[in-house]
């Protein structure tokens, strides 16, 4: 019997805080370790297709979700390599007007759980969730078994955590996903010499929300998204990649379990 895929979420409400590169870098180090990964871009903006130089070539998510209706093609007609072992199921601009027309289907929050329900051939899925709390970032947090929150070490990115850690608290409550796991808070863009990112810090853990890692500020993150590669495989011995490498041992920890 094959065991089932795992589902891993890396969402926020805030765009510009790392949800993309812990995608490419979380998938690319599984991928390296012999896991087979799928990439779910659900971001309209696609920063993650992009970013590592896939063109959806006519075909994406757009085309599977579809809109007041499903789409016309299956998941598995428009997943593209990325390496080995590493495939993506594209995004693009059309995705937003699927997510516009989704509110009138009948259950609209199941459809992504829907089109991974049966995935054979993967080990880990990885979903890119769009930066808002509208319905395909819904969709992704139903559909997922455990939930990454990358945010910025400062104050104005702690009180959106706060909101979306209610999302999560909801999404429990009202049964639409009783069982999603909050993985953690991980901090991006970290710099241990300002007090206010340990100021930051500490106010997490007050708050009882697990903090799974730090990536340190680093011009490498750049650098590897202007050369279309994760930062885990552009300078696999940078900084911000060592802290990739440390959060991937974590979440296969986190993999192993029942």
Not at 187 to 208: C, I, T, W
């Amino acid at each position: 019997m094959l065991a089932p895929v795992k589902i891993l979420a890396i969402a926020n409400q805030k765009g510009g805080v790392g949800k993309t590169a812990t995608a490419a870098a979380l998938g690319d180090l599984l991928a390296q370790h012999g896991r087979r990964v799928l990439l779910l871009d659900l971001d309209p903006q696609s920063s993650l297709t992009q970013g590592l130089g896939i063109a959806a070539r006519g075909a994406s998510l757009a085309e599977v979700i579809g809109g007041a209706k499903r789409g016309p093609l299956t998941l598995q007609k428009i997943i593209q390599p990325v390496n080995d072992r590493l495939d993506i199921a594209p995004a693009d601009i059309a995705l937003a007007g699927c997510e516009l027309g989704m509110i009138e289907r009948l259950g609209r929050e199941n459809i992504v759980k829907g089109l991974l329900r049966d995935l054979q051939g993967y080990d880990v899925v990885i979903i890119d969730c769009p930066p808002a709390l509208g319905l395909l970032t819904v969709n992704g947090l139903i559909a997922a078994h455990g939930v990454i929150v990358p945010t910025l070490p400062a104050a104005a990115d702690l009180r959106g955590v706060a909101l979306f850690m209610d999302t999560l608290n909801q999404l429990r409550n009202d049964g639409l996903n009783p069982l999603l796991e909050l993985i953690g808070v991980l901090f991006v863009q970290y710099d241990p010499r300002l007090n206010a990112h340990m100021l930051a810090s500490d106010e997490l853990k007050a708050a009882g929300w697990p903090v799974i890692g730090m990536i340190p500020r680093s011009v490498k993150v750049q650098e590897s998204s202007a050369a279309l590669q994760p930062v885990t495989r552009y300078d696999p011995t940078s900084k911000p990649a060592q802290a990739y490498i440390d959060l991937e041992r974590k979440i296969t920890s986190w993999l192993k379990r029942k």
